[in-house]
């Protein structure tokens, strides 16, 4: 073996020693990065049983079992509201509907995975006691689950299978296809399988021995039964103002016997005693069995009711009342205490009845959760905690700049304006380097007060004094002590993300505090828009940076009425939150982008096409840009393969159609999925240098689109880069034996992607990078409309990734300079950091002595998975479904916010720190041994004179 | 040559002239300047398979009216080219370009053809005009035509064929680590380095090493003397 081929060996294990330094120290852990994590939007709570188990052992907080459309069952601290454990089910579901829990005392019983798996876990702890596989297929229909004394029967696909509480199989049978269905227990301990399909209620009695007793069938008003509620052995539904109730406890059902309400029914809620509680807009009415109105109590505006042993609660927008549910009076009635951000309405509350007191769990539209504590003793509402789980549900990110800070500002301003004479220069220098004085003067005042503040109220010792006196630089960089402005490297922003729920957020991302919220649609619910691939999303544009520091900010956000599925766009300032204006548009969005030049004030206009093919811009574009305006071209995919190519014709504000095309793609082959490149990408190198010292340039297109389409039934993936412009296909290629999830990163030349391989039962990612050869075509800028003088060649890897991928992102730095890393999200709850030069498709098997020298990577097929490479180290983040990255001020920097059911954020050094000093460097060590060395010189050179002298005298 | 060897060589001639005939079709094309009002014929691009599975293409003009002079009359409108696949008769592919770049490249059009080979479809046609031909560098913003350009279009064919991604290469992997382990397990490869582009690293220290304390000592030894 050669010493060059040692070296080169050496030279790896170094480089993997590297990586590891790349690693943080336990003294960084939470240092640059932070993690929410969030159990989902709730659909149903329990509390614990009137804290009986509390007052047996003190040590124990009572908990709140909380199941989320997110797939998530939790348990939450009551008197903190913090996640006492979180199970998360698969999330990579079909039919959200066929999710169903049941919490008792000691046990939890959910049906999860698409109806596939009955798990049932300890209610205290969350470990899993026992779970049954009931299903190979996901199923669509309907499901239900009841857990009895002795027995857990549960029905999914068609068939209802019996369990022991011990979870040992009794039997199973067979049940006919219906839309809804219910399993009930009645005051008789017999269970009823109530099935609803077109409206025709379908009762029967389930027998031990493992067949049914039809008990009837019978026509409902209500076709959904999600209209309906059990109580005791009735069944009440509501339509529009009826109420119908059914009688399910003799041999043969009764009824339905129908009771007009007058006020069109909301929800219907339990009541002790087998009383029915009707919620309108404005009342709550309570009935009985027989459909005799009990009492009513008006209330303007009531949003959520609920019932508990001997009280109904009601919220309204503003206020929490309680009343007797004897008779309707009133007990209590009070505000809700304010909050930092504006409510949105209540959807749902869960009540539990304490001694003297109601705690209220209210779930809004916004899936913000907050428990409210109500003591009609005392008179007094007390909002406990609050969640805002809508952060497990967003839509799109954008990380925004912050403001300049003042004395950046200052800076900006000497430098401003056109160049008076010396003497006006000089006195501008004067007074803004005055006020930078001052600025620094008051800044070091307040540190020293907070300083000598801290140092009165914490030091007990000198150990203490210590501790605070380094502490100090730490103390005074809290938020809250701070404006929102620019740091010095940039590395501080507002992270602006959006919500499928029609919420939008600023996040600070030095510890993801929500700084504001926006409720899109108050009056309306705000619904998201569709993509042509049939994906949700609500789009967020920055339509002003905060570059022009006199101007503010601007982003747009679109989203639709979800009535009357008309558009609506909002701009909005990133930092504050504050809406600048709404658009209501008259016509639903087929599609809205940005235009990449400025318009009036520095702003872009966002061009919104409607479903009727005519184009309007938000904010109006001005006609001299209008006419002076670059071309812009679109391009339309639909699943089907056919894509089309326009020209926005700015002057008569509609779409010219320039090119057509059908990827002749196979009957049940679908694209799923188009990526662009990045809008702002910045590429530092035009090309890549060859062993023999040529160029090899990059095909640099920015206007290519990556398209992915898969055929399920030939297990094949194709991939096509089409050019946006003219529907030039530069390259298609297909993928044997593939299969979803496909993931794809485009940026630069390359296009990362991640498949399942059926071939080799794992997943595998591979790369594909364009060059236009030795030549480069466009010198100055790329045209799509004249050819490269040679079709641009294609190199192609890929490479064994031993772990699944929910979310594929790259790393984006300031001038593109730092190599680039690609992100994946793992199911497993790391993010995997790998740089591109293991995921490059030019990696030779052998190494010639020249590629040595160039530090290039022999291939290897596997990619890898190192735990140190995991960004997130130990604080696994689960569900992920988009990782945002954004540049920093630092080239060696780049930002990353990773969202799904966790929220996750922190810093990449793709290359390493270079610009960077480490954290511990040592500042005082360098300067002490500096003086000492220039004082050692001047010492040195003295008595080296004085020596010089003596010698001369001796 | 034998009467028998005619018949093998005339089968042969039928078989092969079939497996090419099966492999080859056409795109009828049509352009228009007035938006897709009007079509007029523009010629025929002829797909041929090569022995190696790659697909090349041919183009030949049957446009009849003098395209050159049409393009600077129609020089604000769109030229727009539809292409019609024998093999899809009812799908069209469109594409479009000005007619000043056409006529910067002299009547020189690239068509690209994308195809799946294997299933014989087109899968996209787009027209460019060729840069190789231009009368200087095409820009397409800033485009300066030759209004004096008259004959026959021509045009070069880019046939692009679906291509097949790899799957990681273990396999040669495997037997490189192999070859590796066999080259280990016969004493390595012979090295046929000279001593000193062997061993550089190890001498030019020492030799650096003698030289830095040949300078130093002089100096102690000149102190020495002076005592």
Partial sequence: MGIMKRIGIGLIFLLTIFKSCYSIYEDQVGKW??????????????????????????????????????????????????????????????????????????????????????????????????????????????????????????????????????????????????????????????????????????????????????????????????????????????????LQIVDLSGQTVKGPSEVATGTSIRDLFALENDRIGVRGPDSVSVFDLTGKKIFTIQEKNIEAAEAVKNAVILITKTQIGVYDAKDGKQVFKMNIPASTFERASATRIFVNQLKDEYEILAVFADCRVELFVVNPGRNQVTSEWCREEGLARLAQVEMVDLPLSESQQLIEDEFEGAAGNIISSLIKRCVTQLGQLKRWFIRTLR?????????????????????????????????????????LFNLRKMIVASSLDGVVYGLDSNDGAVIWKLQLSKVVPPGALKTALGKEKIPLFVQRTTAHYQLKGQMAVAFQNAINSNGVIVLFD????????????????????????????????????????????????????????????????????????????????????????????????????????????????????????????????????????????????????????????????????????????????????????????RTEIGIMELYEGEEKSNKQKFDSLVPTKTPPSVVAQSYIY????????????????????????????????????????????????????????????????????????????????????????????????????????????????????????????????????????????????????????? | MTPWSYVIYSLALCVFSTIVSASEWTVNLDYSLSNGDSWSSLGVIVLKRSFDGNYTGSYKSTTTDNLGVRLSEAQSSMYQVRGKSSTQPNREFLSSTSPCLILQSRLFHVFWVSVDGERQIVQSLTVFPDSVAAEGQLDSQHCTANPQVKGEPKAVVHVQNKAVLPSPDTQSFVQKMERERKAKQAGGEADNRSFIQKYWMYIVPVVLFALVSNMVAPQEEGQGGGR
């Fill in chain 1, 802 to 954: 031993a772990q699944g991928v929910d979310a594929m992102a790259v790393s984006e730095t300031e001038q593109g300079l730092t190599n680039k890393a690609i992100l994946f999200a793992l199911p497993l709850g790391g993010i995997h950091e790998v740089t591109r030069r293991f995921i490059d498709a030019t990696r030779p098997l052998e190494l010639t002595q020249e590629m040595r020298e160039e530090m290039m990577i022999p291939y290897m097929p596997e990619i890898p998975v190192a735990p140190e490479d995991m960004v997130n180290y130990n604080q696994t983040v689960y569900n992920i479904r988009g990782i945002k990255t954004a540049p920093a001020g630092l080239e060696s920097t780049s930002l990353m916010f990773a969202y799904g059911i966790d929220v996750f954020f922190t810093r990449l050094y793709p290359s390493g720190t270079f610009d960077i000093l480490k954290d511990d460097f040592d500042h005082l060590l360098i300067s002490v041994v500096l003086l000492g060395l220039i004082l050692g010189s001047i010492i040195s050179k003295r008595i080296a004179r004085s020596n010089a002298l003596n010698a001369a005298w001796a």
């Fill in chain 1, 447 to 487: 540190e020293m007060f907070t300083l000598s503040h801290s140092i009165k109220t914490q030091v007990n010792s000198f150990a203490t004094l210590a501790e605070v006196l380094r502490n100090a630089g730490k103390y005074s960089h809290e938020r809250g002590s701070l404006p929102l402005e620019r740091d």
């Fill in chain 1, 574 to 761: 990133p930092i504050t939150g504050e809406i600048v204006e709404k658009h209501q548009l008259s016509r639903p969005i087929k599609r809205v982008e940005i235009l990449p030049f400025l318009g009036a004030d520095h702003v872009h206009s966002l061009l919104i096409l409607d479903d009727s093919e005519r184009i309007s811009f938000v904010p109006k574009l001005p006609d001299e840009i209008a006419i002076s305006a670059s071309p812009i071209f679109l391009m339309d995919v639909d699943p089907k393969g056919n894509l089309d190519g326009y020209k926005v014709n700015f002057i008569e504000k509609r779409l010219v159609k320039q090119w057509h095309t059908n990827l002749g793609l196979d009957s049940n082959e679908r694209i799923v999925i188009s990526q662009g490149k990045p809008a702002h990408e910045k590429v530092h190198s035009q090309g890549r240098v060859l062993i023999d010292r040529n160029v090899d340039y990059k095909y640099l297109n920015p206007n290519l689109v990556a398209l992915a389409s898969v055929d399920t039934i030939h297990q094949q993936i194709s991939l096509f880069l089409v050019d946006s412009v003219t529907g030039q296909l530069v390259h298609t290629a297909k993928l044997l034996k593939a299969s979803p999830p496909i993931h794809l990163v485009h940026c630069e030349n390359w296009l990362a992607y991640a498949y399942w391989s059926d071939r080799g039962r």
């Fill in chain 1, 33 to 242: 990065d932070w993690r929410q994590q969030l159990v989902g939007c709730p659909i149903s709570a329990t509390f614990e049983g009137q804290s009986k188990a509390a007052s047996s052992n003190s040590q124990r907080q009572p908990q709140l079992v909380v199941v989320s459309k997110e797939q998530a069952i939790a348990a939450l601290n009551m008197n903190t509201g913090k996640i006492a454990w979180r199970r998360l089910q698969e999330a990579n579901i079909t039919n959200p509907e066929a999710f169903k829990t049941i919490v008792d005392e000691k046990y939890i019983y959910s049906l999860v995975d698409d109806g596939r798996i009955l798990r049932v876990w300890t209610r205290r702890t969350g470990t899993l006691s026992w779970q049954e596989k009931l299903e190979e297929t996901p199923q669509n229909g309907p499901t239900s689950l009841l857990a009895n004394n002795d027995e857990v029967l549960v029905l999914s696909g068609q068939t209802l299978s019996v369990f022991t509480k011990k979870g040992v199989f009794k039997h199973k049978m067979q049940v006919e296809k219906s839309t809804w269905v219910q399993l009930h227990t009645l005051p008789t301990q017999d269970v009823v399988l109530l099935s609803l399909s077109a409206s025709t209620l379908t009762v029967q009695q389930v027998k031990d021995a493992g067949n049914f007793l039809l008990k009837g069938r019978i026509q409902l008003k209500a076709a959904s039964g999600e209209k309906c509620i059990l109580i005791g052995a009735h069944m009440a539904c509501y339509h529009s103002d009826s």
